[in-house]
C-alpha cells in the first residue's frame, strides 16, 4: 500500500476517536442535566406523627416498638411536659413523637439513620432530640430512683422463702457492660473481656425491682469491685444503715464486712 493510503487510514481513525470522544462528552453531559440535585429524601405520607397514633393505637405493636404500654407511654409524655418543660417543636413535631424516637433507639439500639427514615426526620433532628429527652429523663432520677424508707421491704415480709432469713436486706447490687460507641483513641479501655466495647454500669435496685441508684461511664475493661469500691465513697451511694445490708449479686466480696452497716 502506498504511503498516501496509510496516511488516509490514519486521518479517518484520528477523526473517528475526535467524533467517539466528542459523542461520549456530550452524553455525560445530558447525563449530568437530568439528575437533579438535592432531592429531597424524607417525603413519605407516614410522617413521624402519624406513625406515633398508629402505633399508641395497638398495645401489642406499642410494647413491641418502646417497650412499654400506652398508658405509661402517655404518663412519660406528661411528665416530661410538666417537670422537664419539653413542648411540641416548632414545625409540629409532638412530645410523643420525641419520646418515640428516644425510646426506638434505647430499647432496641436502632441506628440514627433507621429512626431517621420511620419518623421522617434528618439525622440531626434526630440527635438533638435523643439529646434533649435523654437529659430530661435524667433530670426526673432524684424524684423516681430512690430508696423507700420501710424498716423491712414488703416484698421480703410477704415471702416465706425470704423473712425472716433477708428482713435486714435493702436491696441488692449488680452490674452489666452496655455495648459503648467512643474514639479510637480510647477504645483499649473500653474493650472488656469477650473483646467488645463496652462500659460497666454498675445499678442497685429494691425488692420491688425499682432502681435506686446507677452509675455509668466506666470502662469495660473496669473491674466490678473496683466500681463499687469508688462508688461507695460517693455521698449519694445508697449506703446500709441500722443493721441493714445490700446483696451483691456477682461482685466478688472483696470487704463483705463493709456491706454490713
Same mark, same amino acid.
Given at each position: 500500500?502506498?504511503?498516501?493510503?496509510?496516511?488516509?487510514?490514519?486521518?479517518?481513525?484520528?477523526?473517528?476517536?475526535?467524533?467517539?470522544?466528542?459523542?461520549?462528552?456530550?452524553?455525560?453531559?445530558?447525563?449530568?442535566?437530568?439528575? %437533579?440535585?438535592?432531592?429531597? &429524601? #424524607?417525603?413519605?405520607?407516614?410522617?413521624?406523627?402519624?406513625? @406515633?397514633?398508629?402505633?399508641? !393505637?395497638?398495645?401489642?405493636?406499642?410494647?413491641?416498638?418502646?417497650?412499654?404500654?400506652?398508658?405509661?407511654?402517655?404518663?412519660?409524655?406528661?411528665?416530661?411536659?410538666?417537670?422537664?418543660?419539653?413542648?411540641?417543636?416548632?414545625?409540629?413535631?409532638?412530645?410523643?413523637?420525641?419520646?418515640?424516637?428516644?425510646?426506638?433507639?434505647?430499647?432496641?439500639?436502632?441506628?440514627?439513620?433507621?429512626?431517621?427514615?420511620?419518623?421522617?426526620?434528618?439525622?440531626?433532628?434526630?440527635?438533638?432530640?435523643?439529646?434533649?429527652?435523654?437529659?430530661?429523663?435524667?433530670?426526673?432520677?432524684?424524684?423516681?430512683?430512690?430508696?423507700?424508707?420501710?424498716?423491712?421491704? %414488703?416484698?421480703?415480709?410477704? &415471702? #416465706?422463702?425470704?423473712?425472716?432469713?433477708?428482713?435486714?436486706? @435493702?436491696?441488692?447490687?449488680? !452490674?452489666?457492660?452496655?455495648?459503648?460507641?467512643?474514639?479510637?483513641?480510647?477504645?483499649?479501655?473500653?474493650?472488656?473481656?469477650?473483646?467488645?466495647?463496652?462500659?460497666?454500669?454498675?445499678?442497685?435496685?429494691?425488692?420491688?425491682?425499682?432502681?435506686?441508684?446507677?452509675?455509668?461511664?466506666?470502662?469495660?475493661?473496669?473491674?466490678?469491685?473496683?466500681?463499687?469500691?469508688?462508688?461507695?465513697?460517693?455521698?449519694?451511694?445508697?449506703?446500709?444503715?441500722?443493721?441493714?445490708?445490700?446483696?451483691?449479686?456477682?461482685?466478688?466480696?472483696?470487704?463483705?464486712?463493709?456491706?454490713?452497716?
Amino acid at each position: 500500500m502506498s504511503r498516501h493510503g496509510n496516511s488516509r487510514r490514519n486521518d479517518n481513525q484520528s477523526r473517528d476517536a475526535q467524533l467517539m470522544g466528542i459523542y461520549l462528552a456530550l452524553e455525560i453531559a445530558a447525563a449530568e442535566e437530568s439528575v %437533579p440535585r438535592n432531592i429531597p &429524601c #424524607r417525603t413519605s405520607r407516614l410522617q413521624g406523627r402519624y406513625y @406515633i397514633e398508629e402505633v399508641l !393505637g395497638n398495645d401489642t405493636r406499642c410494647y413491641e416498638n418502646f417497650r412499654m404500654n400506652p398508658h405509661v407511654f402517655h404518663n412519660l409524655c406528661d411528665t416530661l411536659r410538666a417537670n422537664c418543660g419539653i413542648r411540641n417543636s416548632r414545625n409540629g413535631m409532638t412530645v410523643e413523637e420525641m419520646v418515640g424516637m428516644f425510646l426506638m433507639v434505647v430499647a432496641h439500639s436502632t441506628r440514627l439513620v433507621v429512626v431517621a427514615e420511620r419518623f421522617q426526620h434528618s439525622t440531626e433532628t434526630v440527635s438533638r432530640v435523643i439529646k434533649v429527652i435523654a437529659h430530661g429523663i435524667h433530670s426526673l432520677s432524684p424524684t423516681y430512683i430512690r430508696r423507700r424508707n420501710v424498716d423491712v421491704q %414488703p416484698e421480703i415480709q410477704s &415471702c #416465706r422463702k425470704w423473712y425472716p432469713f433477708f428482713q435486714n436486706c @435493702i436491696g441488692a447490687i449488680d !452490674g452489666t457492660h452496655v455495648s459503648a460507641c467512643v474514639p479510637s483513641s480510647v477504645r483499649g479501655a473500653y474493650r472488656d473481656r469477650n473483646n467488645e466495647i463496652t462500659q460497666n454500669v454498675l445499678a442497685a435496685c429494691s425488692h420491688d425491682m425499682m432502681f435506686t441508684y446507677v452509675v455509668t461511664g466506666w470502662e469495660g475493661s473496669a473491674h466490678d469491685s473496683r466500681i463499687l469500691s469508688d462508688a461507695a465513697t460517693l455521698e449519694l451511694f445508697p449506703a446500709p444503715y441500722g443493721g441493714k445490708f445490700v446483696m451483691l449479686i456477682s461482685y466478688v466480696p472483696f470487704s463483705i464486712a463493709y456491706i454490713f452497716s
